[in-house]
């Protein structure tokens, strides 16, 4: 359990842990890749750490120093290997397509979280490319055996980053044309990252081509999580002032900023620059009062991760909210439209869960109480900036589960271990 107090006021500087999206990619990509890269800033979360675990056993060399990582490509992979992916969906789906990609035979799987969640997303598209990937019923384990791929025209009924640079990492290895094509487009960092390394591939709407290429290392510089930073974003619309630096502004990512501007949040981004093909800004936001708003399926891919936090934030708004078209969120590390309802309402909201969103009806003041988190990063973040913004405070249990994406958050905010 960990125990919150509530707080009058919440100010302050932040510099938050590397991207995670970003992390992965810069780690998997120069593994397949000719030559050795640095990465900086990099995420060092226990997801973050799954894939380097993966890349090392499919016998990549990946030295960590910190924030720090070297990553040695190498050109061939070693084959029969088990990948454990631990709580990580970006491992699992995007190394789906990478080995499928690689003509070598793995088993790849993870913990009771990631075995319950849907497999067939990616196995069904990479079949269409001729890849041999089986599930088991739909889930993990999921078992790749080698097979000669051939390019495909893919188009994804989901919005899925996941989905899409699974395909796109087959992609690079078939012979002929891969074009994949989602309803939303969402995070393009694996485009970004791939063209920087040489990739053969374009970008037309939410239309990704990708030909057979060979990829060069390239050194990262990972900039800041926004989907971490959001949760002091929050707390600065909240309860007072807070500047977080160098944070990733990537517009397929900054879905809570447009959420932000709905709400009435008043913010502003400073120190504009592009690092490494990725935009960052730090963001001041200070407190306001907040009105409702209305969120739906196009909106959502460019928020995903941040849904349960902005929920929590219209619980604090004036009015009746409105978020629908999110029903990938029940198939997250948690069911979250369920752990997030339940969250607003434990510490004094009013949520009412739809089949894939929420109402949410404002109230100006919570009074706070107990929250499970269900082992879901996300949800034990949300709880603590809901209840640091409540009347009284309350605890949050199984609070370990933020070291998937932000090891040193509890300290960052602040707030003693209990
Ligand atoms: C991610 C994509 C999103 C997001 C996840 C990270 C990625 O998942 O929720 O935290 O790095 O590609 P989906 O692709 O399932 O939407």
Redesign the pocket.
């Known amino acids: 359990m960990q125990k919150i107090e509530a707080r009058e006021r919440f100010e302050g500087e932040f510099e938050l842990p590397g991207d995670?999206?970003v992390t992965?990619r810069a780690v998997m990509l120069n593994a397949g890749a000719e030559g050795e890269s640095v990465v900086t800033n990099a995420l060092m979360g226990e997801d973050c750490v799954s894939t380097c675990r993966c890349m090392r056993a499919l016998g990549a060399k990946v030295d960590i120093d910190g924030t720090t990582l070297r990553v040695q490509g190498v050109p061939r992979f070693r084959s029969g290997v088990e990948l454990d992916c631990g709580n990580s969906?970006?491992t699992i789906r995007l190394l789906t397509g990478f080995v499928a990609g690689k003509g070598i035979e793995a088993k790849l799987y993870g913990d009771e979280s990631l075995s319950s969640r849907p497999m067939r997303r990616v196995a069904d598209p990479l079949a269409l490319l001729n890849a041999n990937v089986k599930t088991t019923d739909g889930h993990a384990p999921v078992y790749v055996f080698p097979n000669r791929l051939q390019g495909a025209e893919v188009n994804l009924k989901i919005a899925?980053?996941?989905?899409k640079?699974a395909v796109i990492l087959a992609g690079l290895s078939a012979d002929g044309e891969t074009l994949v094509t989602e309803p939303v487009k969402?995070?393009d960092h694996t485009e970004r990252m791939l063209a920087a390394m040489g990739a053969d591939i374009a970008v037309d709407g939410n239309t990704v081509r990708v030909k057979k290429s060979t990829l060069k290392s390239v050194d990262v510089r990972v900039p800041s999580d926004i989907s971490s930073a959001a949760y002091f974003m929050a707390l600065g619309a909240l309860k007072g002032k807070t500047l977080c630096k160098n944070v990733g502004v990537n517009p397929t990512r900054t879905g809570i900023l447009t959420a932000f501007d709905r709400l009435g949040v008043k913010y502003s981004l400073l120190n504009k620059q592009v690092s490494g093909g990725e935009e960052t800004a730090d963001i001041l936001v200070e407190k306001t009062c907040m009105h409702a708003i209305t969120l739906t399926e196009e909106d959502v891919?460019s928020l995903?991760?941040e849904i349960p936090l902005i929920a929590l934030m219209c619980a604090f708004a004036e009015g009746e909210s409105r978020i629908t078209g999110a029903k990938?969120l029940r198939v997250?590390e948690s069911d979250r439209i369920k752990t997030t309802a339940e969250l607003i309402r434990n510490i004094g909201g009013d949520c009412e869960e739809l089949p894939d969103g929420f109402i949410i009806r404002g109230k100006k003041k919570l009074a706070g109480g107990d929250v499970e988190s269900y082992l879901d990063h996300r949800i034990a973040m949300t709880a603590a900036v809901g209840l640091i913004a409540s009347e009284k405070g309350g605890n949050i249990s199984r609070p370990e589960c933020c070291a998937i994406s932000f090891p040193d958050f509890f300290d960052k905010l602040g707030v003693k271990k209990s």
């Open positions: 995670k999206s992965h969906g970006t899925s980053a996941q989905v640079s969402s995070r891919p995903v991760d990938e997250k």
